[in-house]
């Protein structure tokens, strides 16, 4: 390793920190300050706090318990490793080599740079010091036997870096072909999304128990308590003495016994599978910049295989185009608008990344109500409906809130039209219109069969969704014009976010929520006067729900028309915002 190349390199990330930072704003420094101050008294916190709690809490624990605890710290930081992970996952390297292809550089210098910047994440600052302390704390307890966590807890850190770096190598490997680029990343974010809410998933899936506690006694439940602790003990023993990543939680316990071979074997093997996972990203990292990966261009015997290509229609067929057919009702410009945009959408990976985020919430809070409630009553079941609702399009905010960001440069499209405005903004919310409708058909139906609502409450869910609809797309639509930011091509990651722009998106989540609630008057009203003694039969949220989808039908097109004005007004700017240069 040339050692002037590498503080050359060094010298070069910290100026491009450095100006990020400045390009970012005031607002974002002051913030990217707060978190890194932040992530530094945890991590301090942290290791002192391990420290007492190993050096006095699990002096005396039994072993398995120690391995327990191992377990969940570990556990904690892979939760929020891969979250993490998820974040970074559209840049592979920080240094791309690519810019220094044509000077006598040192590849090794930079290969370190970008893994050493793998190490330095939030994640590790604030877990490690915690696996440190908590070491320190049990060798002073229970002896130098347990001398062995350091190189256990080294090696696991290793593992985890440098199997993530290789991930990294491999997309970019993947993504030479640009025409791959985006499927790679939304197939990639999906998998890592789904490899977080696993657990989830299966406790969701999980049968429910009975929740009779009168008549378990204590001593009853007491002993149930304690099997299902052994149970407990004995999947994690064989799942850390099968997984590597559990090798220190399982080495932990073994030292705590007595037995410091299991140790050894773990950190060797940790260490070897962390040194092995490196040289292969070296490896890849050297291939691919030395131009050993193919470009993902057809070869010529194949395409002459393929043969010529396939007419669009057959002859005859005078059906016309997606892209040509007419929207009843709509003008002529609205309905290409919406069409067009709808058909971007379904091919946009940022749209398949944004349809998997409701779903895991509904997943996540349905499992929470499941449990917690086995029989809610009449008037909450609609509730849990619109609060599914709301979390539909509280997922499809930064698509519909930012609209004319994933536009980027077909923003000039819009621009140079004849269209009116108002047109484009209608054609944009319909785009959107059967994505969020059918979430939330998807959402509302489940819970019909599961607790099944009056057939009067079940109508007046499926009108309030329009309402609700319309006017998360008004707001949504005063958002989009005044605080723009363009998205990076395959990201949901602002480019450059500026420090009003970022605090009018950040103060949007909260008022959000705030705008859609008139939409649960009615059902506030019914439940008011069913107190009162109205009669039960009297639909009185339905009718009530109807008068507001009525309201919000007769406001939308006049405000529409006044936000059609203001995007004529600040289109010059809005171009001039989603058209910089992503960088």
């Known amino acids: 390793m040339n050692w002037e190349h590498f503080r050359t390199f060094l010298w070069l990330r910290a100026r491009i920190r450095r100006n990020q930072m400045k390009r970012a704003g005031m607002l974002s420094l002051i913030i990217t300050s707060f978190l890194a101050f932040a992530a530094i008294v945890a991590a301090v916190t942290g290791f002192a706090a391990s420290m007492i709690v190993g050096g006095s809490v699990l002096s005396r624990v039994p072993a398995p318990i120690l391995m327990l605890v191992w377990d969940g710290l570990f556990v904690g930081f892979l939760f929020f490793w891969m979250i993490g992970l998820l974040a970074e996952l559209q840049r592979s390297e920080v240094l791309s080599l690519e810019k220094f292809l044509h000077l006598p550089v040192s590849l090794n ?103 009779q506690r009168g008549a378990v006694t204590a001593e009853l439940r007491e002993a149930e308590q304690q099997a299902e602790l052994e149970s407990a003990e004995r999947v994690a023993t064989i799942a850390n003495t099968v997984i590597p990543l559990g090798w220190p939680a399982y080495g932990a316990m073994t030292s ?65 185009a997606f892209l040509e057919k007419e929207i009843p009702w709509l003008s002529e410009q609205a309905g290409a608008i919406a069409l067009a945009c709808f058909r971007s959408l379904t091919r946009a990976p940022e749209a398949k990344m944004l349809l998997l985020t409701p779903v895991f919430m509904v997943v996540i809070f349905g499992s929470m109500l499941l449990r917690r409630n086995a029989d809610p009553s009449e008037f909450l079941r609609p509730l849990y409906a619109s609060g599914g609702i709301l979390m539909i399009l509280f997922s499809l905010v930064q698509l519909s809130g930012n609209q004319f960001g994933f536009d980027r440069s077909g923003f000039r499209t ?138 919000v039908l007769y406001l939308y097109p006049p405000v529409l028309g006044l936000q059609g004005d203001m995007l004529h007004r600040r289109e010059q700017r809005i171009l001039e915002i989603v058209t910089s240069k992503v960088e």
């Open 109 to 211: 210098s930079v290969f370190i740079i970008n893994y050493i910047s793998t190490i330095l994440c939030p994640t590790v600052i604030v877990f490690v010091p915690a696996m440190i302390g908590l070491s320190i704390g049990l060798v002073w307890s229970r002896g130098p036997m347990m001398l062995w966590l350091f190189p256990m807890v080294a090696g696991f850190v290793l593992v985890v870096t440098a199997l993530t770096y290789q991930f990294q190598g491999w997309l970019a490997a993947l993504m030479v072909n640009k025409r791959r680029r985006r499927t790679v990343i939304a197939v990639a974010t999906m998998t890592i999304m789904l490899m977080v809410q696993l657990p989830n998933l299966l406790r969701f899936m999980a049968p429910r128990r009975s929740n």
């Open 414 to 551: 819009f621009v140079l039209s004849s269209a009116s405005r108002k047109d484009i903004l209608l054609g944009k919310n319909l785009s959107v219109m059967p994505l969020a409708f059918g979430l939330g058909t998807a959402v509302i139906i489940p819970l019909q069969i599961v607790y099944r609502m009056r057939l009067d409450h079940f109508l007046a869910i499926m009108v309030q969704m329009v309402t609700m609809y319309l006017t998360f797309c008004l707001v949504a639509n005063f958002l989009s014009i005044l605080a723009p930011t363009p998205i990076a091509p395959g990201t949901l990651r602002p480019a450059r976010p500026r420090g009003m722009i970022f605090l009018m998106h950040f103060l949007f989540v909260f008022l959000f929520p705030i705008a859609l609630s008139p939409m649960l008057v009615p059902l506030g009203i019914e439940f008011l006067l069913r107190r009162r003694g109205w009669p039960a039969s009297l639909p009185v949220y339905l009718l009530l729900t109807l008068i507001e989808a009525a309201v």
């Open 256 to 320: 705590a016994q007595g037995n410091a071979l299991p140790s050894v074997l773990a950190a060797l093997g940790l260490t070897l599978i962390g040194t092995g996972s490196l040289w292969r990203s070296y490896r890849t990292t050297l291939r691919l910049y030395t131009g050993q990966f193919g470009s993902g261009k057809p070869r010529p015997a194949e395409v002459a295989a393929a043969g010529p290509p396939p007419h669009h229609a057959a002859a005859g067929d005078d059906r016309p």
